[in-house]
């Protein structure tokens, strides 16, 4: 079965939909026209009506509502055949200072989707991590961790319904709000460019190539696992200067919460980890349920090791950098 033929007819819904990744989400998920409909489900009504004047499309649909409400996600959900789990607190820092809104949202929000989703029979859920979820370091990684077990072990009680729930986790996404090619566009005007430590090294990769992802995904998905793209890494230091040759650089010390290095998935992950080709499938390390196991007999990914940012595996040169980031 094609990618067409699995969305036809289908309705999907996203949450955070107005955020970075569920703008690209649903014009990505638009252009294929034999979608039913699409639905975000958010809480800023400004940013519902600044979308609804982007988005000429009458199968786009909007639904206020916040994924701490369990009752307004059951309401949302119904007809619903995928649902996109986007919606986070994501700022390091806002998160430490207010952790239990953090715990809230992130974890308590993605137990109302998984429940409601179930409750409503919808047929699968993609839940958006990240990479801080790995051996997190601070508030933010461990609500995702926590989210991504929930969303795993969800398969377990879904009694005899068929909802499928799996998680998609990678490391930072070229041009998203807040990242580092905004930052720099931002400082560019003074001649000063800010990096917290010259050793730091990051995962990149385009909204573009996670959406193509995220479709596959949903094609293929059985349920309980966890998929990664496979990424490239680059010191940031060589990101900063690539971009922005005539600028200087302050080197201002890392920031509480931060890591020298990123990792996408850990040694005790991957003796189940499989190669897919394009991504990893960490599979689930307990399973209660049925499913088909598609992924058992792919190509295994080495053994004790790490998926990390700094390793030489992964670590481009500066000239690649205008490849990684095609500009």
């Given amino acids: 079965m094609n990618k067409k033929d699995y969305l036809s007819g289908k309705t999907i819904l996203v949450t955070g939909g107005t955020g970075t990744f569920g703008r690209a989400f649903v014009t990505r998920i638009l252009a294929n026209k ?10 800023d009504e400004f940013k519902q009506n600044e979308m609804s004047r982007d988005f000429k499309d009458k199968r786009l649909n909007f639904f206020l509502g916040d994924v701490r409400d369990l009752p307004r996600l059951e309401r949302a959900f119904s007809g619903v055949n995928i649902v996109i789990h986007a919606a986070a607190l994501k ?16 974890i308590n929000g993605t137990q109302n989707v998984v429940d409601a989703a179930v409750n409503c029979e919808v047929d699968k859920v993609l839940v958006v991590s990240s990479d ?11 609500t995702k961790l926590v989210a991504e077990r929930l969303t795993v072990a969800s398969n ?22 807040g990242s580092v090619i905004e930052l720099v566009e931002k400082q560019r005007a003074t001649g000063v ?9 990051r995962f990149w990769i385009h909204i573009q190539d996670v959406m193509e992802m995220v479709i596959n995904i949903l094609d293929h998905m059985e349920g309980g696992e966890i998929f990664i793209p496979k990424m490239k890494s680059l010191q940031v230091v060589d990101v900063l200067k690539t971009l922005a040759p005539e600028c200087k650089l302050k080197v201002v010390g890392i920031r509480p919460g931060e890591k020298l290095h990123e990792k996408l998935l850990t040694k ?14 960490i599979l689930p390390e307990f399973v209660s349920w049925a499913t088909k196991n598609s992924f058992a007999n792919k190509k295994h990914f080495p053994l ?13 040169p500066v000239k690649d950098v205008k490849k ?3 500009i």
């Fill in 156 to 177: 377990s009680y879904r009694g005899k319904g068929n909802t499928k729930l799996s998680v998609v986790r990678y490391g930072n996404v070229i041009g998203s709000r």
């Fill in 268 to 281: 005790h992950e991957s003796d189940r980890t499989r190669d897919l080709g394009t991504m990893f499938a």
């Fill in 132 to 142: 801080k979820a790995v051996e997190p370091i601070n508030l933010y990684g461990a």
């Fill in 34 to 43: 034999s979608v039913a409909k699409v639905i975000v489900l958010s809480r």
């Fill in 91 to 106: 700022q390091v820092p806002a998160t430490e200072y207010n952790p239990l809104e953090a715990v809230k949202t992130n």
């Fill in 324 to 326: 990684i980031l095609k």
């Fill in 304 to 316: 004790e090791a790490v998926y990390s940012s700094d390793s030489p595996d992964f670590l481009l």
């Fill in 193 to 201: 460019l800010t990096l917290t430590d010259e050793r730091m090294t």
